[in-house]
C-alpha cells in the first residue's frame, strides 16, 4: 500500500524557537504511526501542521495525497484530531458536544446518534451524556475528547497524548477500540504518547523526535536491536567517577548518562555484574540500585534523547495546570 | 454549508438558553436606563412629534440591547480561543465563511431575542400602546440588521484580539460612543452640528431611526435611507469579518 503521509523538509520556526527542524518522513497507509519524544520536541507543532492549524515555514508535507498548504480543505476532509490540550464546549452537554462534531463532520442523523451513545458507553460517560462538561472531572473531559474524535472515522486520525491520565483499564480499552477502527477501518493512526508500554505494543513503528529532529525511525524490535546487548542501569551519586572508570573496558559497549544514574550497554550482562561491582567498591563508590533488563522502548528513547520519559511524565501536565489558571484570571 | 451554519446557530442558541441569568442581567440595563434617564428628562425635553421623551427613547433602548448584545456575541470567539473550542471548528471539514455566517446568525438570533424582550418590557413601562403590526414588523427587520451587522463586527475584533484585555477598551471606546452618538438619547435635529455629523456616520443612528420609524411613525432620517445605509453597512462588515476571521489562528 502507499503512503498516506508524505513529509519533507518540514520545518517551523516561531520568533525564537525552531521547533521542527527539516523533517521528512513517510506514514504508510494502514499503519499505526507512534511519534516520540520528550516535552518540546515539536510533536504537537508537526501534527498541527499536518492538520492544517499551523502553517509551515519550510518544506512541503501531503496528507492522504492532499498538500497541506494548498488543499487545506481536502485535508481536513481526510482528518481527525484528538487535541493535546482542552478543546471542548464545558456550556454543552457530553452529548451535545459529541453532536455539534458529528454535525460538522456530516455524519447521518441515525448513525450519529446510536454512534454517539455507543461511544460514550465506551468512555463510560454515557450515564453523563447529559451533564454539562464544566461539571466533569479532567479525566471524564479527555475521554470525551477522545470519544468525539472517533466519531467519525477518517482516513487519517492523529491522536496527540490521548490517554494522558487516564487510568490503565480505560487505557486499554481505549487501544483495544483505535485497533479495531484501524483494521476494519482501514484508518491510519499517527499517535503520540508519554506510554511507552503503550507506543510499543500498537505502533508499527516509531519515530523518535528531540530537538525538532527525527533522530530514529523504525519498527519497535528493529529500535531496541539496534541498541543489542542488554543494559545495566546503574544509581550512584558518583556517576562520572563510575563512568571514567568503566570507559577503559571494552565489554562496556556505551554509556548514557541521566540525572542520578548511569546506563551501560553490555552484552551479557549476567556474566560482567560482579566485575562492575567489584570495580566500584575498590573506587569507594557507593551503589544505591542496580538493574539488568533486555533493551525496551524505554531504554530506545532513553539512548536517542539522553531523557527517561518519567522526567517527562510530570510536565504536561504542569504545562495543563497552567492553562487552567490562565483560563480562570 | 448550510449544515455547518444550522450547527454553529445551534449552538450558539442552546448557550444562550442555558445562560438565564445572563439573560435577565442584560435586561436590567436597558430597562434601568429607560427608567432613569426617561422619566427624570420627561420634563425638561422638548421633542418634535410625539412629545414624551420615554417614549422616545424606546427605539433607542431597544437598539441599544440589539447592538450590545450582538457585540458580546460576536466577541464570544476569543473565549473559544482560549478554551480552545475554536481548534475543534477550525479543523472541521467546514469552511470559514460558514463557520463564520453561523456564528453571525446565532448571535444575531440571540440578540433579536434580547431585543424583543427589553421592547414589550419597554413599551409596557413607557405606556407605549398605540402600534401596528406593520410598523412591528419595520422595527424588526431593523432590528434583525443591527443584530446581524454588530455581531459580524464583534467577531471581526476579536479575530484580531489575542485575549479578553482589550475588552474594557471595546466597551468604553467603542460600545458607548455608539451608543450615546447615535439619536438613540437625542433628537439629532436639535443636536449641535457637530453631534449631528458625527452621528450621520455612525450606522448605529440608522438602525435606531428605522426602529423609531417602526414604533412610532416617526424619523428624522427617512427610513428608506437607514435601510439602504444599514443593509450597506451590513454587508460591508460582513464580509470584513468574515476575511478577518478566514485569518484566525486556532
Ligand atoms: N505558538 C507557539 N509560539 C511559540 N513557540 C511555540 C508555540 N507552540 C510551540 N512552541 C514551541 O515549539 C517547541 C515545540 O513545541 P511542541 O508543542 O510541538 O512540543 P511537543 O513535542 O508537543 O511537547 P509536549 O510533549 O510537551 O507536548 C517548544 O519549544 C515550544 O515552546
Ligand atoms: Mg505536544
Redesign the pocket.
Known sequence: MGNIIEIKNLTKR??K?L?VDNISFSVKQGEIFGFL??????????LSMLATLLSPTKGKASVNGFDIEKQRDNVRHSIGMVF?DPTLDEELTAYENMDFHGRLYNVPKNERKKKIIELLQLVELDKKKNDLVKTFSGGMRRRLEIARGLLHEPKVLFLD?PTLGLDPQTRNKIWAHIKVLNKEKNVTIIL?THYMDEADKLCDRIAI?DNGKIVAINTSANLKNKIGGDIITIGTNEREKLLNILKKYKFCKSFKEHNSSLTINVEHAETRVAEIVKLADRNKITIHTLAINKPTLEDVFLYYTGKTIREEEA??ED?FKFRVRRMRR | MTGAIYTLWLRSIKRFIRSKSRIIGSLAQPLFFLIILGFGLNSVMSLPGTGSYVKFMVPGIVSMTVMFSSIFSGIQIIWDKQFGFLKETLIAPVSRTSIMFGQTIGGATTALIQGTLTLILAMFVAGLTSFSLYGFLIAFVFMILIGLSFTALGIAIASKMEDMHGFQLIMNFLMFPLFFLSGALFPLSNAPIILKTIAHFNPLSYGVEGVRYGLLGTSEINPLLSFIVLVGFTVFIVILGGYFFKKVNA
Do not use: C, L
Not at chain 1, 519524544?37 to 508537526?46: D, Q
Open positions: 516561531f520568533d524557537v521547533a519524544g520528550p516535552n518540546g520536541a515539536g510533536k504537537t507543532t508537526t493535546q497524548e503520540t523526535i510536565t504536561p504545562n
